[in-house]
Antibody
């Protein structure tokens, strides 16, 4: 059974960098696309972006200029970095497993989510 | 961006009722439409993918239909554990996956 777990700081100061890690256990990271999704009261569920094990990466256009995703297969982890955060980045952040193609899939495994607050 | 609009935003029904939640896409997403259920404090869980295929372990009381721009999630014989928020999602556009704003279902 594949399990995902997010980790990272829960409080980030405005203008600083948010860094989160998702650890995958129970299966190989190959074959699938791996996503970050966030949820805030004001904007509902927002897909941040995804990447595949072979290197295909896609970021939401609204976050592309501030975001980076990195894979560390040796640790079965992937990470999200968002720079220059503002209060609008306050949300619960989820990692999830998607399909085997860049379109047409669905998120069948999710981490429990980690809340991040941007505040001084 | 493909906008996903759900209706209603909230609804209340009795145990045993049948309810429909609709999702409309701003352009055709063909059959790349998924439904999720989210309970308080939990991550969303996929119920139905590709319009009408039930995810493993999901009750047959859930069903999905539609194509193109208009889709429906139907819950039959409503049970207390169905109290949740339901989201639709399109994955047709690989540039940007988008979700509906959610429908909050309350059991009377």
């Amino acid at each position: 059974q594949v399990q995902l777990q997010e980790s990272g700081p829960r409080l980030v100061k405005p203008s600083e960098t948010l860094s989160l890690t998702c650890t995958v256990s129970g299966d190989s990271m190959g074959r699938y696309f791996w996503s970050w999704i966030r949820q805030s009261p004001g904007k509902g569920l927002e897909w941040i972006g995804h990447f595949s094990y072979v290197g295909t990466t896609r970021f939401s256009p609204s976050l592309k200029s501030r975001g980076t995703m990195v894979l560390d297969p040796s640790k079965s982890q992937f990470s999200l970095t968002l720079t220059s955060v503002t209060s609008a980045d306050t949300a619960v952040y989820f990692c999830a497993r998607g399909g085997q193609q860049s379109y047409g899939g669905w998120f069948d495994r999710w981490g429990p989510g980690t809340p991040v607050t941007v505040s001084s | 961006d493909i906008q996903m609009t759900q209706s209603p935003s909230s609804l209340s029904a009795y145990v045993g009722d049948r309810v429909n939640i609709t999702c409309r896409a701003s352009q055709s997403v063909f059959t790349y439409l998924n439904w999720y259920q989210q309970k308080p404090g939990r991550a969303p869980q996929v119920l139905i993918f590709r319009v009408s295929t039930l995810h493993s372990g999901v009750s047959s009381r859930f069903s999905g239909s539609g194509s193109g721009t208009d889709f429906t999630l139907t819950i039959s014989n409503l049970q207390p554990e169905d109290c949740a928020i339901y989201f639709c999602q399109q994955t047709y556009s690989e540039l940007l996956y988008t979700f509906g704003q959610g429908t909050k279902l309350e059991i009377k």
